[in-house]
């Protein structure tokens, strides 16, 4: 699989990773079992990035990473996890050096790894961005070798600017996806003249660029796509990119209108996702093996044609704009 290197961590990762949120809670019930064949599927696709948090099932996704790194030492991998949202209350003032060094420490011992590949601030509230303090302390984190390399996971776009004007920050995850494309214009030029790598998530946006939902489509009740709705457990952005249910059924009908013979819709959405000038990796999530398997065979795909990418983009601009482009 193609790969690039991921900002300012120097590391090279595959076009396509895997986002590992299913595998610990939010997506309905994923077992112990079913997990680990999911990343081992992923891996065996070639995919070698992995990102996934803290707070995924409280541990439970790192540590079925974890597992998989003692399983496959020698596959390359490199994995991305996230700290922040375990504070109580999640509040600027608790983003002390005290308080990340034990983030870091659990995240450690969750991954069985002495240093972390990358570490992100997962969406913390708006001003820590803007706090020299925080990456004061995630510069001492690196000194004291728990982390190689920090990076940022942000909601919005300007928060995205703030974070890439720092000169340590490797990488910024940010919602990106053909309902989602403002970063586009301002997010994704600001990275790539930085040096600094883009994680792309949210990219079927919660599942509705598969094109295999109807307006009737029902999930879980422990599945955040019925509980998040409303924005309310976390951003709604995270539920459907922000958009709503209905309007992005309608629209994925069309997105899925343009899938090229022996492609799937997801698989034509990813691309489009790769496809863009700046972006480094992509991280779909999978709830069973093969999905993940098709989503790594989204970089085998042709590049978009120019036809594709209009009609992209006057479908967001025409169904999708008004609803999300004012909000992140």
């Known amino acids: 699989m193609e790969t690039r290197v991921l900002g300012r961590t120097g590391r090279d990762v595959t076009v396509v990773g895997l986002g590992c949120w299913q595998l610990g809670a939010d997506w309905g ?100 961005y803007s706090r020299d ?55 994704l030029p600001a990275a790539a003249e930085a040096g600094v790598g883009i994680i792309a998530r949210v990219p079927l946006a919660s599942g509705l660029l598969s094109g295999k939902f ?38 994925a009908r069309e997105v899925a209108a343009l899938t090229p013979e022996g492609a799937t819709t997801a698989q034509l959405a990813l691309r489009w996702i790769i496809d863009q000038p700046g972006v480094t990796t992509v991280i779909p999530g999978a709830s069973r093996p093969a999905q993940a398997q098709a989503n790594a065979a989204a970089a085998t795909l042709a590049p978009l044609t120019d036809e594709q990418q209009e009609t992209l983009r006057r479908l967001y601009d025409e169904r999708i704009r008004e609803h999300v482009h004012g909000r992140w």
């Open 29 to 128: 019930d994923v077992g112990d079992e079913q997990a680990m064949e999911i990343l081992r599927a992923a891996v065996d696709a070639g995919v070698t990035f992995l990102d996934t948090a803290d707070v995924y099932g409280d541990g439970r996704s790192e540590r079925f990473v974890g597992r998989l790194l003692q399983e496959r030492p020698d596959a390359g991998l490199v994995v991305a996890t996230k700290m922040g949202r375990r504070s109580d209350p999640h509040v600027p003032e608790a983003y002390t050096l005290d308080a990340m060094r034990a983030w870091t420490d659990r995240s450690r011992e969750n991954l069985g790894v002495e240093t972390l590949d990358l570490t992100q601030l997962h969406c913390p509230p708006t001003p820590v």
């Open 133 to 187: 303090d925080v990456y004061d302390a995630l510069d001492t984190l690196v000194d004291e070798g728990r982390i190689a390399a920090y990076g940022v996971s942000v909601e919005t776009v300007d928060e995205a600017l703030t974070a890439i004007a720092r000169p340590n920050v490797a990488s910024v995850q940010i919602i990106l996806n053909v309902f989602r494309r403002k970063p586009v214009e301002e997010v």
């Open 214 to 251: 109807d307006e009737t489509t029902q999930f879980a009740e422990n599945d955040h796509r019925t509980y998040n709705r409303g924005g309310d457990a976390f951003d709604v952005g995270e539920t459907f990119a922000g958009v709503p249910f209905e309007v992005g059924v309608a629209a």
